[in-house]
């Protein structure tokens, strides 16, 4: 399918890292005709992770949001991209998809795309971990109506018996249950817990980011952008 090619090609000249398509009917109730997924990931920059290792937390959220900007204009730009095709779109931008940590509002989370279309597994952390990058990524994604072929999910966790994240919990909100398909968020998270100590380490001006840092593919990552 040229077409499905050339728009891989075309987000990921955008700047995504990866691209996936998966299979979202039914999941979107609001775009119930717009039954197909894009998952775009978006590594985050070396820089960023540094930043972390300083305990700079006000220079990586700064990093970070830049790196959700990026995100959205490829989110975006691959909307127009298919419409000007001749399908329809709807590219699921921060302020569009926007999800509250413990009700789920979001339209479709954008995990959910991106182990349905093959990007990652769900880790012990309930953060998306992807082979190449682990957890230092950011995501979005878009809904269409165009026909894609879609990339093998992933349903179980390759964590193995990986604990780098649940270890280095301070608040202990992380399970021992490994993720697969079948499980709810609750079964892998205290997300009560979870949240409220981000939130007020966020109005602290810090952050919250240890998971993600130790987990063990993100430390892979790091360690292939040693000089």
Request: a negative charge; proline letters at 4%; glycine letters at 6%.
């Amino acid at each position: 399918m040229s077409e499905m090619s050339d728009l891989k090609d075309y987000l990921i000249s955008l700047g995504a890292s990866k691209v996936g398509f998966a299979d979202v009917n039914g999941l979107a109730r609001e775009f119930i005709d717009l039954p197909n997924g894009i998952s775009i990931v978006l590594k985050l920059p070396l820089e960023a992770m540094e930043f972390l290792n300083q305990e700079d937390f006000e220079s990586y959220w700064k990093c970070f949001h830049a790196q959700i900007d990026r995100l959205t204009e490829i989110s975006l730009k691959g909307e127009e991209y298919i419409k000007n095709l001749g399908y329809d779109a709807f590219g699921l931008t921060m302020a569009r998809n926007e999800c509250d940590m413990k009700k789920l509002l979001s339209i479709l989370p954008y995990k959910t795309i991106a182990t349905k279309s093959g990007m990652g597994w769900i880790g012990r952390s309930a953060l998306l971990v992807t082979p190449e990058y682990g957890s230092a990524i950011a995501l979005g994604g878009i809904l269409t109506d165009m026909p894609l072929e879609f990339d093998t999910p992933i349903t179980d966790s390759e964590c193995d018996e990986c604990t780098n994240c649940q270890d280095a919990c301070p608040v202990d909100a992380i399970n021992p249950q490994k993720w697969n398909d079948c499980l709810n968020r609750s079964d892998i998270i205290d997300i009560d817990v979870c949240s409220e100590y981000i939130i007020d380490q966020y109005k602290a001006g810090l952050g919250c980011t240890k998971c993600m840092l130790e987990c063990k593919k993100t430390q892979e990552y790091l360690e292939r952008q040693d000089p």
